[in-house]
């Protein structure tokens, strides 16, 4: 069982920059897939960010390529977002999710946990 706690949205103007953490519960953090998710109001959630278990392999989504960097430190049971150039477009609520497996890593619902989700508000 791991439990997922994310922090750090909040409202920010457009081209401002937003830091995302999630912290992870239990000592087996370093075993899960770890991605960010986001849902805007009427949308079904997407794929934003993956990393592996230790860091090797980073994916994106196209429309966040460039803008976003996502990381984690296996010592602190957290990983991160780091968001930068924002636009209005990627307001929405952002998940972060753990998933054992290495097969389907842009998919929500193959991944075994959630957190409650932050809000992001970019303002034109």
């Known amino acids: 069982q791991v439990q997922l706690v994310e922090s750090g949205g909040g409202l920010v103007q457009a081209g401002g920059s937003l830091r995302l953490s999630c912290a992870a519960s239990?000592?087996?953090?370093?075993?899960?897939?770890m991605g960010w998710f986001r849902q805007a109001p009427g949308e079904e959630r997407e794929f934003v960010a993956v990393i592996s278990r230790y860091g090797g392999r980073l994916v994106y989504a196209d429309s966040v390529k460039g803008r976003f960097t996502i990381s984690r430190d296996n010592a602190k049971n957290t990983v991160y977002m780091q968001m930068n150039s924002l636009k209005p477009e990627d307001t929405a609520v952002y998940y972060c999710?753990?998933?054992?497996?290495?097969?389907?890593?842009?998919?929500?619902?193959?991944?075994?946990?959630w957190g409650q989700g932050t809000q992001v508000t970019v303002s034109s």
């Open positions: 999710a753990a998933k054992p497996g290495d097969y389907g890593l842009g998919d929500a619902p193959r991944y075994d946990y």
């Open positions: 239990g000592r087996t953090f370093s075993t899960y897939n």
